[in-house]
């Protein structure tokens, strides 16, 4: 009954607008929390792994991109805040919750600058509509590591890295299909494991040297 109730929260969570900004540089970006649940395991953080959907829009309204539309209509996983997306977004995504939703405005030097980016015209404001569906710790995380490192023998295998995936997106309460763990960890061995090897060493997996590994 207790994880029902816990469930049910999560589900019609308090809905709130709060607004604050985040600085990158001398710019800021300006982040509305437009809902967040109640209950919020962990926030995300410089180098954890987030699967999000987002919208892109211009100031006038017109769109110029919708993850639900793009590549099959998949969340896009990325590690948030090592510049897989444009700097405002980066800094936009950092200490959100998952189910938290947010609506985020980025200056041009922070989104595509004075080139711009078609369709995105250049100078352009870009405002993001972002929902955080799961935040993991990681995947550079000491901690995700030893998480996912079953057999302890510093080294990951396709399984303990699916079977942690699988385990995270079951906590927060957005399980999915097989195929869908199985793209994401494909797509972690084809950026990480360098020597083909079948398995993610220590040393693969902390391309960003942080300190704790």
């Keep these: 009954m207790r994880k029902s109730m816990s469930a049910v929260l999560c589900l019609f969570a308090l809905l709130t607008l709060r607004t604050f900004c985040a600085s990158a540089d001398e710019a800021e970006v300006k982040i509305e929390v437009v809902f967040k649940p109640l209950e919020c395991a962990q926030k995300s953080k410089k180098g954890d792994l987030m699967n999000v959907h987002y919208d892109g829009f211009l100031l006038d309204g017109t769109q110029f991109y919708c993850s639900r539309s793009d590549k099959a209509g998949h969340p896009q996983w990325m590690v948030v805040g090592v ?22 405005t980025v200056p041009p030097e922070l989104a595509f600058g004075t080139q711009g980016k078609a369709p995105v015209p250049p100078n352009a404001t870009v405002i993001f509509e972002v929902e955080a569906l799961a935040v993991s710790r990681g995947p550079r995380s000491m901690e995700a590591f030893s998480n996912m490192d079953q057999n302890k023998d510093r080294k990951l295998t396709k399984d303990e890295v699916k079977e942690y995936l699988k385990q995270d997106y079951t906590k927060v309460g957005n399980p999915r299909d097989d195929a869908f763990y199985n793209k994401i960890m494909e797509d972690i061995f084809m950026k990480n494991d360098h020597n083909h090897d079948g398995q993610i060493s220590a040393k693969e997996y902390n391309i960003y040297e942080h300190d704790e590994l």
């Design 83 to 104: 510049g897989q997306v444009i700097r405002g977004l980066d800094a936009g995504m950092l200490d959100m919750c998952a189910g938290e939703k947010r609506k985020i």
